[in-house]
């Protein structure tokens, strides 16, 4: 990657020309995630607004429901095509239109007379799950390219940083510019946010996608040793084998992706069980609960990405495979304790620290994929975005009918624990990696080289020991 976009493994001028480098790149990541963080206090008050806009129109709370399933449906199957696009265009194009789509849908949706309203709002469920998916797989997928390898953490805290904040001010808002200024004024907000990111994506180089292939040399002739032919380089239709290809090579990547999609379903649960337990302990205000809960999460969240920032300039490591084992287990622990009716001052505690494992496991899960070689990457980013819909969408539908019959504490206890047991069987697998590990240097390195990472990154540790995360890609 030249110094246009990033920082360079081997400038001849030095350390300085790299030094230099890595600033021009992580201050335009800085912009782009200002941009990105712009667009998603615009999703965020989309989700609120549409779904009031849903109900006033329809006057069926059933359509709601409807609406959010055809989002994560059309974000489901945006993941397993994800990787086919990245492997055709550019991520800077993908992310580019990601936001045009969504901007233009909901000009479409303001001009759209009532009597064709359905069917925009329709569109906007579709293009809106879709293009989310497709930008956040871009993104994710191309920040080494981006950002240079060691610094792939540094700029994962930050994003996450910048979306967290972003939720926060999307639902808070929400309701306040729906009732002063009305629908038609939220929506054109919305349209302005996509545009201000779009505007932000085309005035970056931003590296990754097809414009990463040639540095992905390495990945390629491992994809290609790895039993498949090499008919689909230039992302053919087999696109749909090489994701399956990627987490199967990987020691434990396929589990953890499993996992993700289990933690999704578990997520399912909170989201929906919040506002009746909240009407349970506040009829008269239930939203005063809702939003405590989710603030305080939000600072939890913001506060690990401070501390991930910190640990990683500082040691040049991400938190690693079992940081999000680990963080998954505190994680949904947290979440079934803050329905378990503890005081509010103890609750809040609870969502503070649900929302620093919540921050933790999402950074070490995206840098732990983003390890993988650049040719495979795209493709297991849009095969765990399919899985992560799939378990929240699912989730969505079972726990809302769960909650007819069941407590609140209950159906959260039997979400969550269920991923905790996965997050168990994936730690002791990672556990079993470690023991299985052949003693000295090459034992190491061998592994890591054959997946065409950098000998320093071979030599300094496996993701499976949890000291260096990367993934490992097996030649047989």
Request: hydrophobic share 50%; net charge positive; charged share 15%.
């Amino acid at each position: 990657m030249g110094s246009a976009d990033g920082p360079t493994a081997d400038e001849p001028g030095g350390g300085t020309r790299k030094t230099r480098d890595t600033a021009v790149a992580e201050r335009r990541f800085r912009f782009l995630v200002a941009g990105y963080g712009v667009s998603s206090y615009g999703t965020f008050l989309n989700m609120v607004a549409l779904n009031l806009f849903v109900y006033e129109t329809t006057g069926r709370a059933l359509a709601m429901g409807l609406f959010m399933a055809v989002r994560l449906a059309s974000g489901f199957v945006a993941g397993l095509v994800a990787g086919g696009l990245l492997a055709r265009f550019s991520a800077k194009s993908i992310m580019l239109w990601a936001n045009v789509a969504q901007g233009a849908v909901m000009l479409v949706l303001i001009l759209t007379p009532e009597s064709l309203v359905t069917g925009a709002l329709t569109a906007v469920s579709v293009v809106i799950g879709a293009c989310g998916t497709l930008f956040m797989v871009a993104l994710r997928s191309s920040i080494p390219e981006m950002v240079g390898e060691d610094r792939r953490g540094w700029a994962n805290s930050l994003s996450i940083t910048g979306r967290s904040l972003a939720m926060v001010a999307g639902f808070a808002s929400a309701g306040v510019v729906v009732s002063l200024v009305g629908y038609t004024a939220a929506f054109l907000l919305d349209m302005a946010t996509f545009v201000i990111c779009a505007v932000t994506v085309a005035l970056l180089p931003i590296a990754g996608g097809r414009g990463a292939e040639g540095a992905a040399g390495a990945g390629a002739s491992a994809a290609a040793e790895s039993g498949k032919s090499g008919k689909s380089e230039k992302g053919g239709p087999r696109w749909r084998p090489v994701a399956f290809l990627a987490l199967a090579a990987a020691p434990g990547l396929g589990l953890m992706v499993a996992l993700r999609g289990v933690d999704a379903f578990g997520s399912s649960s909170h989201n929906a069980a919040l506002p009746v337990y909240s009407t349970s302990l506040d009829a008269a205000n239930p939203a005063v609960f809702v939003s405590a809960f989710w603030c305080v999460w939000a600072l939890g969240n913001i506060g690990a990405q401070q501390v991930i920032q910190r640990y990683t300039r500082r040691t040049g490591r991400t938190v690693g495979a079992l940081g999000f084992g680990y963080g998954t287990v505190v994680m949904s622990a947290a979440f079934i304790a803050a329905f378990a009716g503890f005081p509010l001052a103890v609750t809040a505690v609870i969502a503070l620290i649900a929302g620093a494992a919540d921050g933790l496991t999402e950074v070490a899960y995206t840098s732990h994929l983003q390890t993988l070689p650049a040719t495979l990457r795209g493709h297991a980013f849009g095969l765990s975005a399919t899985f992560e819909n799939l378990g929240f969408g699912v989730g969505m539908i079972l726990v809302a009918a769960a909650l007819d019959r069941f407590s609140p504490p209950a159906v959260v206890g039997w979400s969550h624990g269920a991923a905790i047991v996965v997050a168990v069987v994936f730690l002791l697998r990672v556990a079993a990696l470690r023991r299985a590990e052949p003693a000295g240097p090459m034992g190491r390195a061998g592994g890591a080289e054959r997946a065409g990472l950098r000998k320093e990154e071979a030599v300094e540790g496996r993701p499976d020991r949890g000291d260096r995360d990367g993934a490992e890609v097996s030649r047989g």
